[in-house]
């Protein structure tokens, strides 16, 4: 059974970093793309960064620019470096597969406030 856990996030003041983590297991992030999504009050879950099997990154929104996803297939990890946050980056961030798999970890909780 695939397990996805996210750690790392906190409370920040607006233009911090954080940096998350997902560990997977149950499956080999090698062979899948995997993505960042997140959910801020009151809104949809959204995907926000991709990256694919080559490697590559692509971003979406407002994350363009500020973050970065990185893996590291031998941990079965992904990352997600989180620099200049504002008070929009409020939400719980998930890691999973795209497209996700129907099954969710239980996400972490970034908080942007002063």
């Known amino acids: 059974q695939v397990q996805l856990v996210e750690s790392g996030g906190d409370l920040v003041q607006p233009g911090g970093s954080l940096r998350l983590s997902c560990v997977v297991s149950?499956?080999?992030?090698?062979?899948?793309?995997m993505g960042w999504y997140r959910q801020a009050p009151g809104k949809q879950r959204e995907l926000f960064a991709i990256?694919?099997?080559?490697?590559?990154?692509n971003y979406f929104g407002s994350a363009k620019g500020r973050f970065t996803m990185s893996r590291d297939n031998a941990k079965n990890t992904l990352y997600l470096q989180m620099n200049g946050l504002q008070s929009e980056d409020t939400a719980v961030y998930y890691c999973?597969?795209?497209?996700?798999?129907?099954?969710w970890g239980q996400g972490t909780k970034v908080t942007i406030s002063s």
């Open positions: 999973n597969a795209v497209p996700h798999l129907g099954l």
């Open positions: 149950g499956m080999r992030i090698s062979i899948s793309a």
């Open positions: 990256s694919s099997t080559a490697d590559t990154t």
